[in-house]
Antibody
Framework: QVQLQESGPGLVKPSETLSLTCTVSGDSISNSYWSWIRQSPGKGLEWIGYISYSGTTNYNPSLKSRATISVDTSKNQFSLTLTSVTAADTAIYYCARAMTLASRYCSGGRCYWFDPWGQGTLVTVSS | SYELTQPPSVSVSPGQPASITCSADKLGSRYASWYQQKPGQSPVLVIYEDNKRPSGIPERFSGSNSGDTATLTISGTQAVDEADYYC??????????FGGGTKLTVL
C-alpha cells in the first residue's frame, strides 16, 4: 500500500522560501510521477506541479516560476520549494502520486490523476 | 482560461441518487476525474478516466462525460457520502485543472 507523508515548517515569513518534503513508502519514487497540490483554508484545490520518474517537471503557470520540485531517489522522497511567499500562499500542502495515461485526448498527450494523497501539512505565511 | 464549473452545493435524501455536475467547453473530449474530500481529511480519488473506479471505491459511485458536462453519480446515497467533491481535467495552459468543488449534503 502506497503511503505519502509531508514534512516541513508550518510557519514561513513573507518573502522567504517555503520548503516541504514528501516521503513515499510502498512504491519506488523511480516508478511513478509525483505531484504537489495545495488548498487554501476553506477553498478549493490548486495543482502546483509534478515531477516524472525521469526528472521532467511541469508547473502551474499561475505560480510564475516560483515553484521547484525535485527528487531524492536515495531517500525515496520528493520536495517542493516555493520562493517569495506571501500570505496568499498560506494553505494545506498535499503531496500525491500522479497516475498517468498517454492519450491524444490529453494535454501534451498525457492525462493525470492523483492517487493516493498524503495527509497534508498546513503552511502559514506570516511575520 | 478554461474553467471547470461545479454547483456549490447539492442536497440529497438518504437512499436517493445524487448527481454532481462539472461543466466546461467540450469537456466530453477530455478525460475527467473526481475526488471526495471529507472534513479534515485529504482528497480521495473516486473516479478517473471519466468512469473508472479505483479499487476500494464502492460500486454506487459512477461517472460519465459527454458534450460539455461530466457527471458524478452516487446511487443509493449514504450518510457517509456527505463530503466535498471536486472534478479535475486539463486545459491548454495546464495539464491539471480542478473544479471549484461541490458540497454534498445528505439530509
Amino acid at each position: 500500500q502506497v503511503q505519502l507523508q509531508e514534512s516541513g515548517p508550518g510557519l514561513v515569513k513573507p518573502s522567504e522560501t517555503l520548503s516541504l518534503t514528501c516521503t513515499v513508502s510502498g512504491d519506488s519514487i523511480s516508478n511513478s510521477y509525483w505531484s504537489w497540490i495545495r488548498q487554501s483554508p476553506g477553498k478549493g484545490l490548486e495543482w502546483i506541479g509534478y515531477i516524472s520518474y525521469s526528472g521532467t517537471t511541469n508547473y502551474n503557470p499561475s505560480l510564475k516560476s516560483r515553484a521547484t520540485i525535485s527528487v531524492d531517489t536515495s531517500k525515496n522522497q520528493f520536495s517542493l520549494t516555493l520562493t517569495s511567499v506571501t500570505a496568499a500562499d498560506t494553505a494545506i500542502y498535499y503531496c500525491a502520486r500522479a497516475m498517468t495515461l498517454a492519450s491524444r485526448y490529453c494535454s501534451g498527450g498525457r492525462c493525470y490523476w492523483f492517487d493516493p494523497w498524503g495527509q497534508g501539512t498546513l503552511v502559514t505565511v506570516s511575520s | 482560461s478554461y474553467e471547470l464549473t461545479q454547483p456549490p452545493s447539492v442536497s440529497v435524501s438518504p437512499g436517493q441518487p445524487a448527481s454532481i455536475t462539472c461543466s466546461a467547453d467540450k469537456l466530453g473530449s477530455r478525460y475527467a476525474s473526481w475526488y471526495q474530500q471529507k472534513p479534515g481529511q485529504s482528497p480521495v480519488l473516486v473516479i478517473y478516466e471519466d468512469n473508472k473506479r479505483p479499487s476500494g471505491i464502492p460500486e454506487r459511485f459512477s461517472g460519465s462525460n459527454s458534450g460539455d458536462t461530466a457527471t458524478l453519480t452516487i446511487s443509493g446515497t449514504q450518510a457517509v457520502d456527505e463530503a466535498d467533491y471536486y472534478c479535475q481535467a486539463w486545459d491548454s495552459r495546464s495539464p491539471v485543472v480542478f473544479g471549484g468543488g461541490t458540497k454534498l449534503t445528505v439530509l
